[in-house]
């Protein structure tokens, strides 16, 4: 199982960016998927999920301008970021559990200039 995640880069105060995550060796649309952010010095955060029921759920910090979601024709989660704000910089994650297992895509870096 392999973890693919994309879409980071450098975005103004109050933009936008999409990040995607893509699976391999495993039928994404079945599995529960969170995207987690590691900010520098800063302990790894679960920023939002969603399940393979399409049930979301948010951190407080992203709520209302962060949206999770999946495309099951195509396996992708998505996490479209609005109104950025210099805190949210970090490498970003995406995370599924396989059999008991957690896996783990490499981090994209969102970088928000102020």
């Known amino acids: 199982v392999q973890l ?3 879409g980071g880069g450098l975005v103004q105060y109050g933009g936008s960016l999409k990040l995607s995550c893509a699976a391999s060796g ?4 079945h599995y529960d998927v969170a995207w987690y952010r590691q900010a520098p010095g800063r302990q790894r955060e679960v920023v939002a999920s ?3 029921t399409l049930s979301t759920n948010y951190a407080d910090s992203v709520r209302g301008r962060f949206q999770i979601s999946r ?5 992708m989660v998505y ?3 609005t109104n950025l704000k ?3 910089t970090a490498d970003y994650y995406c995370r599924t559990i396989h059999q008991g297992q957690v896996f783990w895509g490499q981090g994209t870096l969102v970088t928000v200039s102020s």
């Open 79 to 81: 996490l479209q970021m």
């Open 50 to 52: 969603i399940t393979s």
């Open 71 to 75: 495309d099951n024709d195509v396996d």
């Open 26 to 29: 495993i039928m994404f649309r």
């Open 86 to 88: 210099p805190e949210d």
């Open 4 to 6: 693919q995640a994309s």
